[in-house]
């Protein structure tokens, strides 16, 4: 029989199974429910009961949806009765809506403290949902003093972690995050979304949705939800636009959910019977997925989440514990792509507990990772973590991102913006428009703290920061050390977009650390580059004569997008192609050894087309004498031609010149101007 395992269970198996474990439940009186006086309107609300009751034994999500809606419609015939109080609070319990769960619970204890066993369990979950965690780890201890002996012996850990969570809840209420979180209302509707994902300019966001008009236009059996499908929205000048069904052959006729993305948007993994795919965006097609391999993907574990390192050789992924999403998601593992093949898996110890992980995600610095845990110190469920990569190679220790980041409920898929200022994830808040929504979280800096609101248990920087606050001045939460260069490759006649190989090199060590390609159908690429080097980047295509850029990012260089479209020109006489990345000491003309990479990339073209002669050049800025300048351009041109020489190269292919200061591509006025001024270039003679 196909597997079809479903998205939402992987994520948030929680949702009912934790009250599962508990054995106890109360039965409704029948003939007490009908109260005092109260004859009119009873059969109609016994058959309710009776009704909701079956759905209730069932024990799935979709049968104590219906439950409750049945319950609910009861409780206003006769609102306090206890037992039907109690089972309206244990409904929501095991819906995405818990934190309802408290107004009826409360009142079911109110009304008869020993209407459960388990009363102050399921209390102290109600309070810890609407995070009044110290009263809620009162009510764990009274269950833990109060339950039989053989209940505890199989559920004391549990209710232990729940105590410990509310001790780590409470310490975080005392420093809540300032942050302004809102719905984005274009992407969602009344159907869930979640597991939002972004590219690193935030130009596009990917997302998973439960909605009506899916593929298969069908209701799964198990949750009475829609099959799942991936949808993407444009981010045109600040405003997400209505997102639109991505279609074949991402989405099919079961469920199909969104894992990962690299920077790009070029690449996406997605989730389907168990294990992780993969697909290429060609053009403005993307490819059918295919399974990554058995390194990755194991035969007798499910496989959920998955993310790429910035420069595409390691992944990230989540590897389960069990191949049942239902009781277990599992560890971080990594794999390292050597060649063109993913090596073994391996366990990132640091970042795994006894719990369970989900959620991977690598930001574009390549430094912090940001995952989902039930282990270290979380308030509840899963709550989202973050790690800086050490030079060791190891992570550092996991780090909370606090309330309201985090909930006493399951928090899962979290992603950063590149610039560390906004993050997006999916919940389930008063202002949603049903089920799981896709809300967007601005990290700000305000002149007076926010607040937890205990009147309504709700946070206070749910909502927009009211005057008071203060005018809401975007920081960062993660200090950015990363520069994202982004454009558009044409051909320079035609003007026409191009695939092209785009090649990141550090000039330090002379290797390679990235190569990707631009959309053959745009033109446009997208490269996240740590601080910390000095990058060649050099642009190919066949038929065409390379192009280099450099860029030079010292280790304190903040967060920066460069725009950098290119041009590449043909290989016809007098083309002219700037070496960029080739280097002298200053006033010197011995070439560094930074150079050899760009010069081996002219050696490469020469010897692919032996029927072509250059002439070298080289240029200065308008400081110096006129005679100084042409001396150290045509020597270091000539050290150009020698290094072309000793690889290989005819002498009588090449030409060389100084031309000084008289051939300026930019101004002389500024430092940026002088130093465009100062290069070596080649022209096709």
């Avoid at 034994?57 to 009765?81: G, S, V």
């Avoid at 095991?94 to 209390?123: G, M, R």
């Avoid at 992944?315 to 073994?344: H, M």
């Avoid at 083309?575 to 006033?587: E, G, H, K, P, T």
Wanted: a negative charge; charged letters at 25%.
């Amino acid at each position: 029989m196909k597997r079809i395992i479903i998205f939402t269970i992987a994520i948030f198996s929680t949702i009912y199974a934790f009250s599962q474990q508990i054995p106890y439940q109360v039965e409704i009186d029948y003939k007490a429910f009908v109260g005092e006086e109260k004859k009119e309107g009873y059969k109609e609300a016994k058959d309710k009961l009776k009704e909701a009751d079956k759905n209730y034994e069932l024990d799935n999500r979709a049968a104590y949806a219906q439950a409750l809606e049945l319950y609910l419609d009861a409780n206003k015939y006769n609102p306090n009765n206890a037992e039907l109080n109690f089972k309206i609070g244990y409904c929501y319990l095991n819906t995405l809506y818990k934190a309802n769960s408290l107004k009826y619970i409360e009142k079911a204890y109110d009304l008869k403290k020993n209407v459960s066993p388990a009363i102050n369990l399921y209390y102290g979950m109600a309070l810890q949902y609407n995070y009044l965690f110290e009263q809620a780890a009162k009510e764990y201890q009274t269950f833990r003093t109060t339950a039989p002996s053989e209940i505890m012996m199989q559920y004391g850990t549990m209710v232990n972690k729940k105590i410990e969570e509310c001790k780590t809840g409470a310490e975080l209420m005392e420093n809540v995050k300032d942050v302004m979180i809102q719905n984005i209302s274009a992407l969602n509707g009344e159907y869930g979304e979640y597991a939002p994902l972004i590219t690193a300019d935030e130009s596009l966001l990917y997302f998973t949705s439960r909605r009506i008009g899916s593929s298969s236009n069908q209701i799964w059996e198990i949750d009475g939800q829609y099959f799942e499908d991936i949808y993407v929205s444009e981010n045109k000048n600040g405003v997400w636009l209505p997102p639109v069904n991505i279609g074949e052959p991402l989405n099919t006729k079961e469920h199909d959910a969104t894992v990962g993305l690299s920077a790009d948007g070029q690449s996406m993994f997605l989730y389907r019977d168990l294990d992780i795919y993969y697909s290429e965006l060609e053009g403005e097609i993307w490819s059918k997925p295919k399974k990554l391999p058995k390194t990755i993907n194991s035969s007798d574990h499910q496989e959920n989440s998955a993310a790429y390192s910035p420069d595409g050789k390691t992944l990230y992924f989540v590897r389960g514990k069990t191949n049942n999403p239902a009781s277990s998601n599992g560890d971080l593992y990594k794999s390292v792509l050597v060649g063109n093949k993913w090596s073994e898996s391996v366990p990132i110890k640091e970042l795994n507990t006894k719990y369970d992980e989900d959620g991977v995600y690598m930001h574009p610095d390549g430094r912090t990772i940001y995952f989902s845990s039930k282990g270290f110190n979380s308030i509840g469920g899963y709550d989202i973590f973050k790690a800086e990569l050490q030079d060791n190679g190891k992570f550092s220790t996991p780090e909370n991102m606090g309330i309201p980041v985090n909930s006493p409920d399951d928090d899962v898929y979290f992603v950063m913006g590149a610039d560390g200022r906004t993050g997006y994830y999916s919940s389930v808040k008063p202002d949603g428009k049903g089920g799981q929504d896709i809300y967007k979280m601005i990290f700000l800096k305000l002149d007076k703290p926010l607040t937890i609101n205990t009147d309504d248990n709700l946070i206070a920087c749910l909502t927009k920061p009211t005057s008071e606050a203060g005018t809401p001045e975007v920081m960062e939460v993660l200090k950015i050390y990363l520069t994202i260069v982004k454009g558009t490759i044409t051909d320079a006649d035609t003007k026409l977009p191009l695939k092209a190989s785009i090649e990141i090199t550090d000039n330090g060590t002379g290797k390679e650390v990235m190569q990707f390609f631009s959309n053959q159908k745009t033109g446009k690429y997208l490269i996240s580059l740590p601080s910390g080097k000095n990058y060649g980047m050099a642009v190919r295509a066949d038929g065409y004569l390379f192009h280099s850029e450099n860029f030079d990012i010292p280790h304190a260089e903040g967060y920066q997008e460069i725009i950098k479209d290119v041009e590449l020109k043909s290989m016809k006489k007098g083309s002219i192609v700037i070496l960029r990345n080739v280097f002298f000491d200053y006033n010197k003309y011995s070439l560094r050894p930074e150079s050899n990479t760009e010069l081996n990339r002219l050696v490469k073209i020469l010897v692919e087309n032996p029927e072509m002669r250059i002439e070298i050049s080289g240029h200065t800025d308008s400081d110096g004498t006129d005679e100084h300048n042409i001396t150290l351009s045509k020597n270091r041109s000539e050290a150009v031609v020698n290094y072309l020489i000793t690889n290989g190269i005819s002498k009588s292919r090449l030409e060389f010149r100084g031309a000084g200061e008289k051939e300026p591509i930019d101004t002389n006025a500024t430092e940026a101007g002088r130093q465009n001024n100062r290069r070596v270039q080649f022209q096709v003679l």
